[in-house]
């Protein structure tokens, strides 16, 4: 296992940096479902959504409820998202008539957002929004709309707070750019 300073190309956005967009997502949703009278839902999309999604919650002052999916894409490398999803965990929740937040870390080809929001639609939410800290908006394929944003970020490949390389790295309080040679890969 290497050390992520071995292959850390910068730091992208410090813990700092990090936090206070949080915060300020935080805020903004508690304005935007003020009305919602308890029927927010938060929708974490394991793994990478999970500290995004645990310090989301705690600077939202609405109440809510959370729950978590978790889906894998095929037919391509790891690295690529082919947006095949496949639901391997479903929701504990029916989110008939609920107002439907789905909190991600990073949309890139938004293939997995896409797909996730095709699912939910189904199920009829009351309302169903995107929340995602990260956009590399560069890389899009599919329009996918995305109502809350933290960061929109360059086409780089990145780790840190639930961003994994090889499943690890996840709980870095930064987000890195991976030198993917100096990782070996
Ligand atoms: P999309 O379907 O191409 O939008 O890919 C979204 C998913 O790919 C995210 O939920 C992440 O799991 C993964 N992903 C995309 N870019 C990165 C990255 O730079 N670092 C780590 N995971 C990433």
Redesign the pocket.
Same mark, same amino acid.
């Given at each position: 296992m290497q050390n992520y300073q071995d292959f850390l190309a910068e730091t992208l956005i410090d813990p700092e940096t990090l936090q206070q967009r949080v915060r300020e997502l935080g805020a903004e949703i508690s304005r935007d479902y003020a009305d919602a009278n308890g029927n927010l839902l938060l929708i974490c999309?394991l793994r %990478? %959504?999970v500290p995004f999604l645990v310090d989301l919650m705690r600077c939202i002052a609405v109440p809510h409820r959370i729950d978590f999916m978790a889906i894998s894409?095929y037919g391509v490398g790891a &690295?690529?998202?082919s %947006?095949n $999803?496949r639901l391997t965990m479903d929701l504990m929740t029916n989110i008939k008539d609920k107002h439907v937040l789905l909190v991600?870390? /990073?949309?890139?080809? %938004? &293939?997995?957002? #896409?797909s996730v929001l095709e699912l939910l639609g189904t199920r009829q939410p009351a309302s169903l929004k995107v929340c995602a800290l *990260?956009d590399?908006e560069s &890389? &899009?394929?599919?329009e996918?709309p995305i109502h809350y944003r933290g960061f929109n970020i360059p086409d #780089?490949? $990145?780790?840190g707070y639930g *961003?994994? /390389?090889d499943e690890y790295y996840r709980n870095l309080p930064f987000i890195g750019v $991976?030198d993917l040679e100096k990782y070996g890969k």
């Open positions: 999309i %990478g %959504g894409s &690295r690529e998202s %947006g $999803v991600e870390d /990073i949309i890139d080809s %938004g &293939r997995t957002i #896409a *990260l590399k &890389r &899009r394929e599919v996918v #780089a490949y $990145v780790f *961003l994994d /390389i $991976v």
